[in-house]
């Protein structure tokens, strides 16, 4: 999607509510989005423009659990129209809001504020049950199994030649996918507390003004799952980023707890829903390249692989 795909004209001939067109920008661009910034005479706004394709029920559901969710609190960014262009890419429009350029992981007000944010954004789906963009993480794993025999077929030699350890990795994997996919099923996991998760809390997706979060965005991967499995992608995102320290997750937690109790059970499950988020994009990622969407990224493959052999006998 370019620039010139969405051209005033175009967005003028939308009849839609922002304004008249007066300046369109780039903002950014991360592995789903392509982000622009819209100046009309009536304000600003980020429009939204997903890089893959996506199923028209995904969007729906989207706008379903944001509806929801921002009418119980300010700090998730409505989504205010969608418009499907004519090529078939979708485009959401959103209110545009100041945010600083980079998350200050260092700030411990503003970390604080990150864990505040979720337990009032979970405060906030509390008693939804309508449908979200992705399936629960407990059928993850569970529907339509990579078959190792697939990806042979779609692995080049070079790839094979170039990472001699790639088929371990793979094995070890779908062994790891398979196991856990019988825990979630069971005791304690299946006694969780869960709810609609935003599926992808992470510094990316938080819009931060010194030191709090303005407002949460980004729900294309709201998920039925346990509370803490989105503490738990917040910081694995934290720890993966550069700079970390252990004390910085410690006032993530301390904002949350403040408004949400956590038992001992939840919080031992942390480190595991990190492993289960890494598996579930490793099983995402064979399944696309499978489909044709991709290559197999074999320096991910080898990366998914050692992170998730913590702890594994």
Request: with cysteine; net charge negative.
């Given at each position: 999607m370019?620039?010139?795909?969405?051209?005033?004209?175009?967005?003028?001939?939308?009849?839609?509510?922002?304004?008249?067109?007066?300046?369109?920008?780039?903002?950014?661009?991360?592995?789903?989005?392509?982000?622009?910034?819209?100046?009309?005479?009536?304000?600003?706004?980020?429009?939204?423009?997903?890089?893959?394709?996506?199923?028209a029920?995904?969007?729906?559901?989207?706008?379903?659990?944001?509806?929801?969710?921002?009418?119980?609190?300010?700090?998730?960014?409505?989504?205010?129209?969608?418009?499907?262009?004519?090529?078939?890419?979708?485009?959401?429009?959103?209110?545009f809001?100041?945010?600083?350029?980079?998350?200050?992981?260092?700030?411990?007000?503003?970390?604080?504020?990150?864990?505040?944010?979720?337990?009032?954004?979970?405060?906030?789906?509390?008693?939804?049950?309508?449908?979200?963009?992705?399936?629960?993480?407990?059928?993850?794993?569970?529907?339509?199994?990579?078959?190792?025999?697939?990806?042979?077929?779609?692995?080049?030699?070079?790839?094979?030649?170039e990472?001699?350890g790639?088929?371990?990795?793979?094995?070890?994997?779908?062994?790891?996918?398979q196991?856990?996919?019988?825990?979630?099923?069971?005791?304690?996991?299946?006694?969780?507390?869960?709810?609609?998760?935003?599926?992808?809390?992470?510094?990316?997706?938080l819009?931060?003004?010194?030191?709090?979060?303005?407002?949460?965005?980004?729900?294309?991967?709201?998920?039925w799952?346990?509370?803490?499995?989105?503490?738990?992608t917040?910081?694995?995102?934290?720890?993966?980023?550069?700079?970390?320290?252990?004390?910085?997750?410690?006032?993530?937690?301390?904002?949350?707890?403040?408004?949400?109790?956590?038992s001992?059970?939840?919080?031992?499950?942390?480190?595991?829903?990190?492993?289960?988020?890494?598996?579930?994009?490793?099983?995402?990622?064979?399944k696309?390249?499978?489909?044709?969407?991709?290559?197999?990224?074999?320096?991910?493959?080898?990366y998914?692989?050692?992170?998730?052999?913590?702890?594994?006998?």
């Open positions: 370019t620039l010139t795909e969405i051209s005033f004209a175009y967005l003028e001939s939308l009849e839609i509510p922002v304004g008249t067109p007066q300046a369109l920008s780039r903002m950014s661009g991360g592995f789903s989005n392509d982000n622009y910034l819209l100046t009309t005479s009536l304000g600003r706004y980020r429009l939204r423009v997903p890089q893959f394709s996506i199923q029920d995904q969007l729906l559901a989207e706008q379903m659990v944001l509806k929801w969710a921002s009418e119980k609190s300010n700090i998730v960014v409505p989504l205010l129209h969608h418009f499907t262009l004519p090529k078939g890419t979708h485009l959401s429009i959103f209110p809001i100041d945010a600083d350029l980079n998350f200050d992981l260092h700030n411990e007000q503003l970390m604080r504020s990150a864990g505040m944010a979720l337990a009032e954004f979970h405060l906030a789906v509390e008693g939804y049950t309508g449908k979200l963009p992705m399936k629960p993480l407990s059928r993850s794993f569970s529907l339509h199994a990579v078959d190792i025999e697939d990806l042979r077929t779609i692995l080049n030699e070079e790839t094979v030649s990472y001699p790639i088929w371990d990795a793979v094995e070890n994997l779908l062994s790891r996918m196991k856990i996919s019988k825990q979630m099923t069971e005791e304690p996991y299946i006694s969780l507390p869960h709810l609609s998760c935003h599926g992808d809390y992470a510094p990316a997706n819009l931060a003004h010194q030191d709090s979060v303005a407002g949460i965005i980004d729900f294309e991967c709201c998920r799952a346990p509370r803490v499995y989105d503490l738990a917040f910081l694995l995102a934290l720890q993966q980023g550069e700079g970390y320290e252990e004390f910085m997750s410690a006032w993530f937690l301390k904002g949350y707890k403040s408004m949400i109790t956590l001992d059970t939840e919080l031992g499950w942390i480190p595991r829903l990190q492993m289960i988020r890494s598996l579930d994009a490793a099983n995402r990622h064979f696309q390249a499978i489909q044709g969407d991709y290559q197999v990224h074999a320096g991910l493959v080898m998914w692989d050692r992170i998730t052999s913590v702890g594994q006998n």
